[in-house]
């Protein structure tokens, strides 16, 4: 099996995805943001300077996977029908006094062509989000494990990761 988006040349393209037909695409993706335990705390009690940590990120995941097709170079413009960005923050287990946030992103449409890019880019950039705003407290943050975990629709069906 070739990659879709390399060409006979062996050069990037755009699959053309015009014949296929419309079917529900959904996929889930995941990824974490370790930090120390205090500055969990800090965006758990909304003591951070730049504002609700969380709100924010969730806003942004929604932005990126809205626009995707504008970061990525190869994935096609969606008409994205419901963007879910969630987080479970995660206090320091046993010796270790690293927390996290976990984020979920899910995102779905109707069309030709699956939204697994899109899922992954909402879950890198809310986690990007929460760096950037807990950056002056915790330079030591570090967005990690970045993954598909399930998606459905298209020729391929269903696919889960966990």
Known sequence: MGLSHIDERGRAR?????????????????????????????????????????????????????????????????????????????????????????????VRTTGKTGVEMEALTAVAVAGLTIYDMCKAVDRGMCLEGVRLVHKVGGKSGEWTAE
């Open 14 to 106: 755009m699959v053309d995805v015009g014949e296929k037909p419309d079917a529900l695409r959904e996929a889930t993706a995941r990824g974490r943001v370790v930090m120390r335990a205090e500055t969990l705390a800090l965006i758990q009690e909304g003591g951070l300077p730049k504002g609700d940590v969380l709100a924010v990120a969730q806003v942004a995941g929604v932005m990126a996977a809205k626009r995707t097709h504008e970061l990525i170079p190869m994935c096609h413009p969606l008409l994205l029908t419901s963007i879910d960005v969630l987080f479970e923050p995660q206090p320091p287990n046993g010796a270790s006094d690293r927390a996290a946030i976990d984020i979920t992103a899910t």
